[in-house]
């Protein structure tokens, strides 16, 4: 099985890389490192177009975040947890991954790369719009790992929005994406759990993180066997969520929810959450 990953370069979500690897070793993996910006605006256009639509407390918040993981790389090296922040490069390097860098994923190069590996199937966690002949490609599909909960949280940053608007469960959606239209496409599977009380929206992501990654593996492995049927989405289910904005800032903190918690994030770091399974686990026409 050839397995092609579009992903941008986070170190929350790094490891779902090399533990799909370890879960699948037969596969043969690429990469292509797509940037944290909108497609075309590099980094200066996409804070031009985003920062003026979100919540000025939010963006300080990310800020610190930033700051904290960056701050924090070298860490995991002096723990020997190497692979909860290893960049991504860094991290096909080690698994002697090809890996291929762009500001757009529809460019000629990214298509021309895509094409000559010839995927099974693409998974995809990144910020850009997938478009034909990249849709098209892979025999299997495209598989989108979505951090939320579809229907009912599609759209940008659903794992703010699970905590600021109350919702008792968070969790990761793996669908496959079919035409230009964002996460609407037919659900695979599904992975979560309670939402914990205080937990930060970063502390939300990671855990999510970890639910997608123990699913995806039998996702991919349902969709080769042909057992995997998705589930369809009605266009009336759910909601489409944008940029935070200081009313939603505010239902996050009322809700005793933080951006990020610098204890949560230590205890990412220091393995406290390494044992942490979702509780509910369901792949299309499957439950466990």
Not at 48 to 66: D, G, H, M, N, T
Not at 138 to 149: F, I, T
Not at 156 to 166: A, D, K, R, V
Request: proline share 6%.
């Amino acid at each position: 099985m050839k397995v092609l990953f579009l992903l941008s370069d986070y170190p929350l979500h790094n490891s779902l890389l090399s533990e799909y690897a370890a879960a699948r070793p037969e596969d043969e993996l690429a990469v292509i490192k797509i940037p944290l910006v909108i497609k075309g605006k590099g980094r200066r256009g996409s804070a031009q177009r985003i920062l003026p639509q979100l919540s000025r407390r939010f963006v300080a918040a990310k800020l610190l975040e930033y700051v904290a993981l960056m701050g924090i790389t070298a860490i995991p090296k002096i723990l020997g947890r190497g692979a909860i922040f290893r960049r991504l490069r860094r991290s096909c390097r080690q698994l002697k991954i090809p890996f291929h860098r762009t500001s757009n994923v529809m460019d000629p190069g990214s298509l021309t790369y895509a094409q000559e590996f010839n995927p099974d199937v693409v998974i995809s966690l990144c910020h850009q719009i997938l478009k034909e002949p990249l849709i098209s490609l892979p025999r299997l599909g495209v598989v989108n790992l979505h951090p939320g909960l579809l229907p009912d949280f599609r759209g940008i940053q659903p794992y703010f929005w699970e905590l600021s608007e109350g919702s008792d469960r968070c969790g990761a959606t793996l669908h496959l994406i079919e035409n230009e239209e964002i996460d609407t496409g037919g659900i695979l599977g599904t992975a979560s759990f309670q939402v914990i009380p205080a937990m930060s929206v970063q502390l939300n992501y990671f855990l999510t993180i970890r639910c997608a990654s123990g699913l995806l593996p039998d996702c991919i492995a349902g969709l080769e066997s042909g057992k995997l049927r998705p589930r369809g989405q009605a266009d009336q289910e759910g909601c489409y969520y944008r940029w935070p904005d200081s009313e939603a800032f505010d239902r996050l903190v009322l809700r005793g929810h933080s951006v990020i918690s610098l204890r949560q994030l230590l205890s990412i770091l220091t393995g406290s959450y390494d044992s942490f399974l979702p509780d509910h686990h369901e792949l299309s026409g499957q439950t466990e």
